[in-house]
């Protein structure tokens, strides 16, 4: 029994740790580097550096459907392919390849929220409920049918990074609670209502920018969302200021407008205030929202552009 495994961010670690303590992990395949931090230096994502820290082969092919990289996954000769975001589709040739398929650990419960983004999708959309699905990939996007789910309770304090890393583990935990009985043909697969999916794009920068113009419930959600990319954001003074933490207080607002509170500020919107908590602005910490106001006593009364 041979795995390849092909992930590439830190949701995919915890899933490589585990099948690694009770499988033989032939090699891994992740997304190249890419730049990161402030000098935009290229950088390995976290499951290439745990596949080198436990001295396992890993390769970071461009494009998964170079020669190259094909040819060294058919080397290793995989019985199962596993798969936690990786972030490129598998061609119907690799598809093939195993004797077992390839499966896949998705972070929702499909066919809801299927695509690159189900974490931020889930709180975006006010879920209370998300999870993982185990499913047998096919040449679609995320609609190959299901193996196992397990469901996960969103609490008011996730926000994409703390949902994630839940997710991540529970994700874990599942492929390799149900692989005994799957490699034994005992698990039957499930196939997907396609009239219930929705799809989660990438995120963008963009997704971050808050509009004032929508209710306040809808911003507090977007600002758990984006986290901890892109983060939610707006302009003040020409600048990007971050908002890490706010949450919806009623109340008649004008839209934009931002006033003192006992707790520190909150901007008005198309419906009650989105009081700010935790900000960070361009080039600095984060901080508490009154931390910032010590050092711009401006902030207080000014208009904040409107997103219609």
Not at 39 to 46: C, I, L, M, N
Not at 124 to 145: C, W, Y
Not at 182 to 191: F, R
Request: net charge positive; aromatic share 6%; with cysteine.
């Amino acid at each position: 029994m041979r795995i390849v495994f092909m992930g590439t961010p830190q949701f995919a670690v915890p899933a490589l740790r585990k099948l690694l303590e009770q499988w033989p992990v032939a090699g891994a395949v992740t997304q190249p580097d890419r730049p990161a931090g402030r000098g935009r230096q290229p950088a390995a994502g976290a499951v290439k550096l745990e596949a080198q820290r436990c001295g396992l082969p890993v390769i970071s092919p461009a494009r998964l459907r170079d020669a190259t990289a094909h040819a060294q996954i058919v080397e290793w000769a995989p019985d199962l392919i596993v798969v936690a975001a990786y972030g490129q589709l598998l061609s119907s040739a690799l598809l093939q390849l195993p004797t077992h398929g390839c499966l896949n650990i998705h972070a929702s419960l499909l066919p809801r929220h299927r695509g690159a983004a189900p974490v931020a999708a889930a709180i975006l959309a006010g879920d209370k409920t998300t999870g993982v699905s185990i499913m047998r990939m096919d040449a679609g996007l995320d609609t190959g049918a299901v193996l196992e789910q397990r469901i996960l309770n969103i609490r008011p304090d996730h926000d994409g990074g703390s949902l994630t890393q839940e997710l991540a583990a529970l994700g874990a935990e599942t492929l390799c609670a149900m692989l005994p009985a799957y490699l034994e043909g005992k698990i039957k697969a499930v196939p997907q209502d396609a009239q219930f999916a929705t799809y989660a794009p990438q995120l963008t920068k963009k997704d971050g920018l808050l509009d004032f113009g929508k209710p306040a419930f809808e911003l507090a959600l977007r600002v758990r969302a984006m986290q901890p990319w892109p983060s939610a954001h707006f302009l003040w003074n020409g600048a990007a200021l971050k908002v890490l933490a706010a949450r919806a207080i009623p109340g008649s607002a004008i839209p934009g407008r931002v006033i003192a509170h006992a707790a520190g500020a909150a901007i008005g919107t198309g419906q009650d205030w989105l009081l700010l908590e935790v900000v960070q602005p361009a080039g600095k910490r984060a901080m508490p929202i009154q931390d910032f106001l010590n050092g711009n006593s401006g902030f207080v009364g000014s208009e904040i552009t409107v997103r219609i």
